[in-house]
Structures are given as structure tokens and as C-alpha cells.
């Protein structure tokens, strides 16, 4: 069940067998079997108050006060069944070994009858993953993460197929809930840490913000952007000003002003707008090109919605460049 897949799409924590049942691996180290590996599903059979201390009992604890309070509330019940789990575990190791197709058939027949199992969720997610099918595998960790919330490795896989496709934000995020719920000795947690750590030192360089500050601005701009495509000009524009009141630097914000500007009919705003852009990057191709077509229109005159095309410039060159 701990099995994880890297951002380069291959596996690790190949570990020995579990002392107890002697056929799953041993992932997890148990303090009341002289700190030997034992497998998930031993771990959840023999964890009594003796275990009180191990970081596992402590998320188990944690996980059935919550789950308490929800079955009160929502009549919420998590379905576990170990037997399920480990064709589960049997059908990923087939699939690192390389013959994907084989453990994709097996889990996809156990997802027919098991969609309410997090981990039948998790190892079709792993599956796209080795696949390289980064948008369906996040579907399935965030199916297994509402199921199991604490499901480290979900959120591990699910940061690391964001990290595929550079969406930062969503990278962010999940790599910190694998921090707050993860065992700091396991090797994903300390792969997130160096990531969190090195990216906030690179974002309080190019842009001064902390990491909170950081991911506050992208939420602004995306709700700026989401208005922008609704064609609500004024609440875009309010939005891309105030992700500029916390980031001067943000040159998509004021490529995207531009656009509203000319939308609402103030011709010099926007060039004044995708200038300032374009002073900070001289080389961002979307403002040189709505420079130009603003420049050749009337005053007043507004873009035909027909000429519109949302895209992640940033995004799409580093895509191209490797």
C-alpha cells in the first residue's frame, strides 16, 4: 500500500518482507516488534494502546475521531478490505515490473465492483501515472483522498502528477498535506520537504512573497482569470490589480488587464497595461500580440469575443523546451 511513484514516473521503497504475515512487504516499522517492517495490513490488525506513540497509531486515532464525527453527521463509512488491498499491491508490482497493461485490467475489474475503496482509487491513479496520464491520475488520488484524507501516498502521487504538469500551485498544496499527515523517516515526506524548501527559496527571491503569500496570489489570479473568461471585465480587473498589490512583478496580470481595459473601452489603460507587461518581459509573446491588434483598433473599439484564446504561455514554453 506505500508504494510511490516519483515525478519521473518510477518506483520505489522496495522493501523486505513483512515479518508477520511473511508475504506482503514490510513498509511500516513497528516499535512493538522490535522496530521490525511489517506491512499495512498487519499494522492495522495487531495496533492496540501499546502502539500509543507511533506516528501511524497517532493518524489512525486521528482518522477514527474525524470519521466519528462524520458518520454522526453525514452517515460517512470508509470501506476497508485487506484482501482487496493486496490485489491491489500485486497488480502495481506487475505493473512495475512492466507489464502495466495487465495490472491496469486487474485493478480496472476491481474498480467495477470496489469504487469506494481508497486504495482501489489509488492504484488505478498510480497506473495513469506510469502511464503518463497526469489528468486521470489526479482524478483518482482526489477520489481516494475523499475517501481517506489522510492517505499520505494519494497526496504524494497527486502533488507529483501536478509537478508533471506544472501546475505549481497544485504541487504546492499536496506536498504540504504529505508534510502535515506523512512519517517525517519515510522518503516521500523528505523528497516533499526539499521541494516545499527549495521552491520557497526561489519564490522569495524572484518575487520576495513567502510561500502563503505566494499561493494567495495564484488563488487571486485564478479567480481573476475564471471572471475573464466569464467576460466580467470589472471583477477581472479588480482581481489582476490586487494580485499586482502583492506581487508587482506578476507580468500575466498585466497582460491580462490589457484585455479588460480594452474591454470596457479604455484603449490607453490596456496599451499602458501590456507595455508595462512587456517591460517585464520583453518576450512574453501574448502581450506583444494583443499590443499589437489593441493598437490597430478605434478608441472604444472592443476585442470580437471570437478572438479570444485562453492559454499558459509560461506553462506551454517550459513544456516545449524539454
Known amino acids: 500500500m506505500l508504494r510511490e511513484v516519483i515525478t519521473n514516473g518510477s518506483s520505489v521503497m522496495k522493501k523486505e518482507k513483512c515479518i508477520i504475515c511473511l508475504n506482503a512487504k514490510g513498509k511500516r516499522v513497528c516499535k512493538i516488534n522490535d522496530n521490525s517492517l511489517i506491512c499495512s495490513i498487519c499494522c492495522a490488525k495487531i495496533r492496540t494502546s501499546n502502539c500509543d506513540g507511533c506516528f501511524h497509531y497517532t493518524q489512525a486515532e486521528k482518522y477514527a475521531k474525524e470519521k466519528s464525527v462524520k458518520q454522526k453527521s453525514e452517515k460517512f463509512i470508509m470501506a476497508i478490505d485487506p484482501e482487496i488491498n493486496d490485489k491491489v499491491d500485486q497488480a502495481l508490482a506487475m505493473a512495475e515490473k512492466g507489464n502495466i497493461q495487465l495490472g491496469e485490467s486487474i485493478i480496472s475489474a476491481l474498480l467495477n465492483e470496489h469504487y469506494h475503496i481508497d486504495m482501489v482509487q489509488y492504484g488505478m491513479g498510480v497506473v495513469c501515472l506510469m502511464k503518463k496520464q497526469y489528468g486521470k491520475a489526479i482524478t483518482y488520488f482526489d477520489k481516494a483522498i475523499k ?35 506523512g512519517d517525517s523517516s519515510e522518503h516521500f515526506v523528505n523528497h516533499a520537504k ?45 482581481g489582476f490589480k490586487k494580485v499586482l498589490s502583492m506581487d508587482t512583478q506578476h507580468t500575466q496580470s498585466y497582460g491580462n488587464m490589457g484585455i479588460c481595459y480594452c474591454q470596457l473601452g479604455k484603449k490607453q489603460e490596456a496599451l499602458a497595461a501590456l507595455e508595462k507587461s512587456l517591460e517585464l518581459d520583453p518576450k512574453y509573446e501574448p502581450a506583444i500580440i494583443n499590443l499589437k491588434v489593441i493598437s490597430s483598433l478605434a478608441d472604444g473599439e472592443r476585442l470580437p469575443f471570437a478572438k479570444f484564446k485562453s492559454v499558459d504561455y509560461y506553462k506551454d514554453i517550459t513544456t516545449e523546451k524539454k
Open 194 to 238: 526539499g521541494f516545499i524548501r527549495d521552491l520557497e527559496k526561489q519564490i522569495r527571491k524572484s518575487s520576495g512573497l513567502s510561500m502563503n503569500d505566494y499561493l494567495k496570489s495564484m488563488d487571486m489570479f485564478n479567480d481573476a482569470f475564471a471572471a475573464m473568461e466569464r467576460m466580467e471585465w470589472e471583477k477581472a480587473l479588480s
Open 147 to 181: 475517501i481517506n484524507p489522510y492517505f499520505v501516498e494519494a497526496w504524494f502521487n497527486k502533488g507529483a502528477a501536478h509537478q508533471k504538469r506544472l501546475e505549481l500551485g497544485d504541487t504546492i498544496k499536496a506536498y504540504q498535506k504529505v508534510i502535515e499527515f
